[in-house]
C-alpha cells in the first residue's frame, strides 16, 4: 500500500501560481510513476502529467499545460511537486496525485490516489 497526502491548493486570481504538493508513505516512493490529475464539476477525470520513476527522466503534460506547469519528484524526501504557473479559470479542479507502475495518461494505470485539494481560479 502506498499513501498519498496532497497539499497546496487553494484561491488564486488568474494569471497566479500555486504549488502542489504530494507527499508519499507506505512503499519505496522512487519506485512509482506518479500522475497528477483534475476533475472540474460536471466533468471527467482528465490526466495532468506525469514523471518517470526513479529519476524522473521521462515526464509528459497534457497539451492545455504545456509550458505553465512542472512535475518534479524529490525521491529523499518521498514527495511530487506540480508547480502551476499563468493559472487560468479553466484550470480550476479539484486536482489528484496518483501512483502507478507505469507512465501512462490514462487513471486507470494508476493504483494509488490522494485526496484531492481544491484549485480555484477567479477571473
Known amino acids: 500500500q502506498v499513501q498519498l497526502v496532497e497539499s497546496g491548493g487553494g484561491l488564486v486570481q488568474a494569471g497566479g501560481s500555486l504549488r502542489l504538493s504530494c507527499a508519499a508513505s507506505?512503499?519505496?516512493?522512487?519506485?512509482?510513476?506518479m500522475g497528477w490529475f483534475r476533475q472540474a464539476p460536471g466533468k471527467e477525470r482528465e490526466f495532468v502529467a506525469f514523471i518517470s520513476r526513479w529519476s524522473g527522466n521521462i515526464i509528459y503534460y497534457r497539451d492545455s499545460v504545456k509550458g505553465r506547469f512542472t512535475i518534479s519528484r524529490d525521491n529523499a524526501k518521498n514527495t511530487v511537486y506540480l508547480q502551476m504557473n499563468s493559472l487560468k479559470p479553466e484550470d480550476t479542479a479539484v486536482y489528484y496525485c496518483?501512483?502507478?507502475?507505469?507512465?501512462?495518461?490514462?487513471?486507470?494505470?494508476?493504483?494509488?490516489w490522494g485526496q484531492g485539494p481544491q484549485v480555484t481560479v477567479s477571473s
Open positions: 496518483a501512483a502507478g507502475a507505469w507512465p501512462r495518461q490514462s487513471a486507470t494505470s494508476y493504483d494509488y
Open positions: 507506505g512503499r519505496t516512493f522512487s519506485n512509482y510513476v
